[in-house]
């Protein structure tokens, strides 16, 4: 069926060093793959997306990476900073559609001092 | 943030009562989105629309209808409404560029339903 699964669910970091988050997702027709980001009390905000078309893409201190083969793919986050802490969402689009998004079940990050 | 609202925000419901949530999008979106968020199982779909009166269903859809007559609105209702379905409710829409390249789904703040 249609599934993400999202890895580690909790992840405690020191601050200045890097994170990395990894899911899998089940349909080899998935083709777009978010990241959300969301802090205490608000809502989801996406803070970088890959195409299947790419392997990697990169967005300051954030960068995705993409393996088809494998069907999987990471989130990592380099230097980390007090405002990173947060829940992080990875998602896939289903059934060879764009508009069919499927989240994992999100990894909190603690930023520790 | 002004661009997707949700009424109401929260709400207290007993069991077997109907509820209606409403999504409301400024943004002429094409697509739309119901999610329920509950711990330890992340943001899951119920229903999603690709246009006025398109829906199809998503992962947890027993127990909840939808229905979009306009392209801004997007209502879900709760038929008789279980305590299962306490949860917060999120609504989003996103629409797709030309070429695909990014579909970038923005949330509404999120309406808190308990069902007593």
């Known amino acids: 069926g249609e599934n993400v699964e999202q890895h580690p669910s909790t992840l405690s970091v020191q601050e200045g060093d890097s994170a990395v988050i990894k899911c899998t997702y089940s349909d080899s027709a998935s083709n777009y793959f978010p990241w959300y980001k969301q802090e205490l009390g608000k809502r989801p905000q996406l803070i970088i997306d890959?195409?299947?078309?790419?392997g990697e893409k990169k967005d300051q201190r954030i960068a995705v990476t993409l393996n088809k083969t494998a069907k999987h793919f990471s989130l990592h986050i380099t230097e980390t900073q007090p405002e990173d802490s947060a829940v992080y969402f990875c998602?896939?689009?289903?059934?060879?559609?764009?508009?069919?998004?499927?989240f994992g079940k999100g990894t909190r990050l603690h930023i520790l001092p | 943030d002004a661009g997707i609202t949700q009424s109401p925000r929260h709400k207290v419901t007993e069991t077997g009562t109907p509820v209606t949530l409403r999504c409301h999008q400024t943004e002429n979106h094409r697509y739309m989105y119901w999610y329920r968020q509950d711990p330890g199982h992340g943001l899951r779909l119920i229903h999603y629309?690709?246009?006025?009166?398109?829906?199809d269903k998503g992962e947890v859809s027993d127990g909840y209808s939808v229905s979009r007559s306009k392209t801004e609105d997007f209502l879900l209702t709760l038929e008789s409404a279980t305590s299962s379905q306490t949860s917060v409710y999120f609504c989003a829409s996103s629409a797709l560029s030309v070429a695909g390249v990014r579909n970038e789904q923005f949330f509404g703040p999120g309406t808190r339903l308990t069902v007593l």
């Open positions: 629309s690709y246009g006025v009166k398109d829906t």
């Open positions: 890959i195409r299947s078309n790419v």
């Open positions: 998602a896939a689009s289903f059934g060879g559609r764009d508009d069919k998004i499927i």
